[in-house]
């Protein structure tokens, strides 16, 4: 469960969160997949488009039969913002560009290439940011989902560079445990933008509403979360940076496992729909994707993975006018900074993360979702900043009008003290596939606080959007 009022010490304390869709509440789950019009997702729900593993859809027959690959589908997005809290100063000016084609190799093979281009001019347009922070976020190619579908006794493989996405519950991470993810920019870029996909073998199993999983990641990606600052120079470091509990720490390089076997990542899901229930469990074995921050001397730290094993399971119903979803990880191994002097400066704790949410329509024009969540921690030490219950909600209201407009607000709050993260923003659909958007990112709370350490950080933005 993402854990509002902590430290960002793993990817689960950081929520996703991403605009509502107009689709209506109502749908139906079949055969393990969910309708569009059903939002039993965080993609359906919170994306202006829906989602799926794959970041285009699979080739058309027509372009399979032919041999060769579909035309090029994509997206191109610019994006500007300003940071208005102290110091104030231009945060970015992105071009972002995502092409990818895709088609068949014949003997029953597809196949799938696609990369993005980032280009970020704040970095050439000001001198705010140090030369560590420009040459790690200036400018980056990085292939996207790549990768060879085939069917081989009575499986289907997918072979490559490729999304596994097994959470499912509106705006945030609980049962995405797969899932590496690019934290520069915190939890706000879209989730298309956000996730990085991992290199994998992964084989699925169908029979009637039964669906069965087994993925295995040799050579796993990391979240990314930028360059640290020296606390002396403005700019020297990344904006969304989640540093540990001390004052003025340095941070020394990431030291991330090496590429053997035995730091691979391995897991199985099983789902069956029953009578309208949508239900999953999962095991899931790795190298933790997110750094925990170890201090082996006073005041300095290093960011370095573990390994951990999660276990866990998703549920969703609809029950007519209101959709239920509902999510439980059990996490064992992961490492929490320790407030009192410790030889590594951390500490083992046993965690389960749940997660209950409605999402509803009160009008046609309106969308209602709301969740409940905490993380439990299992032998709690009471020298780690969380609580041993940490308790969490999020409301999000999204409303359309008239000439293809929207408006939303999405509130993040902690139910244990006074950290929240809010985010207001309006959308016109002013062309078929072109989108602009103008929003708000506001922090608040402590500086121990998930979203209050980021509370010099507000922001204003505003994104051109074009799909093709």
């Known amino acids: 469960m993402t854990e509002a009022p902590s430290l960002p010490a793993s990817k689960e304390d950081l929520f996703a969160l991403e605009p509502a869709l107009d689709k209506p509440v109502g749908g139906k789950v079949d055969g393990g997949k969910v309708e569009e019009a059903l939002p039993l997702s965080k993609e359906t729900l919170f994306s202006e488009e829906m989602a799926t593993k794959d970041e285009f859809p699979r080739p058309h027959k027509s372009a399979s039969a032919r041999g060769g690959p579909s035309r090029v589908r994509g997206f191109a997005q610019a994006e500007l913002a300003h940071t208005y809290a102290r110091p104030d100063h ?14 068949h190799l014949g003997q029953g093979i597809q ?17 705010f940011y140090q030369q560590a922070v420009r040459d790690d976020q200036r400018a980056e190619f990085q292939l996207r989902e790549t990768y060879l579908d085939l069917s081989a006794g009575g499986w289907d493989w997918r072979l490559g560079r490729q ?36 290199w994998a073998a992964r084989a699925e199993y169908f029979a009637g509403d039964f669906h069965a999983e087994v993925a295995w990641i040799p050579f796993p990606s990391y979240d990314r979360i930028g360059k640290p600052s020296d606390f002396t120079r403005p700019g020297s470091g990344a904006d969304f940076y989640p540093y540990p509990p001390a004052i003025r720490p340095l941070i020394l390089d990431e030291v991330k496992p090496g590429t053997g076997i035995d ?34 001397a006073p005041n300095v730290f290093t960011p370095r993975h573990d390994r951990i094993w999660q276990a866990g399971g998703t549920l969703g119903k609809d029950l007519g006018e209101v959709v239920l979803k509902a999510e439980a990880v059990y996490t064992n191994g992961r490492r929490f900074n320790l407030l009192v002097p410790d030889p590594d400066g951390v500490v083992k ?15 046609s024009d309106t ?28 409301l999000l209201v999204s409303h359309s009008f008239p000439g293809n407009w929207k408006a939303e607000a999405l509130l993040v709050h902690s139910l244990n003290r006074s950290d929240w993260m809010f985010r207001p923003k309006a959308s016109w659909g002013f062309q078929p596939n072109w989108k602009v958007t103008f929003g708000l990112d506001v922090f ?25």
């Open 90 to 103: 231009g945060s970015k000016a992105m071009g972002r560009l995502e092409l990818g084609t895709q088609g």
């Open 111 to 127: 196949w799938k290439l696609s990369g993005r281009l980032d280009y970020n001019a704040i970095y050439d347009l000001n001198d």
């Open 163 to 198: 999304h596994i996405v097994w959470g499912e519950m509106v705006g945030l991470f609980f049962a995405d445990v797969v899932s590496a993810k690019d934290l520069r920019e915190f939890i706000l870029p879209d989730f298309q933008v956000l996730r990085i996909p991992q």
């Open 263 to 296: 730091h691979g990542n391995f897991g199985v899901r099983l789902t069956q729909l029953t009578k309208g229930w949508d239900m999953s469990g999962f095991f899931y074995s790795s190298m933790n994707s997110s750094p925990t921050f170890y201090q082996f």
């Open 349 to 363: 704790q046993n965690t389960l993360d749940w997660a209950v949410g409605l999402d509803f329509n009160p009008g």
């Open 367 to 394: 969308r209602v979702n709301t969740q409940l969540f905490q993380r439990y921690f299992f032998d709690h030490n009471p020298d780690i900043i969380p609580a041993k219950a940490e308790n969490g909600m999020s």
């Open 444 to 468: 608040g709370g402590p500086p121990t606080g998930l979203f209050g350490q980021y509370d010099q950080q507000d922001r204003a933005y505003a994104e051109v959007r074009h799909d093709f």
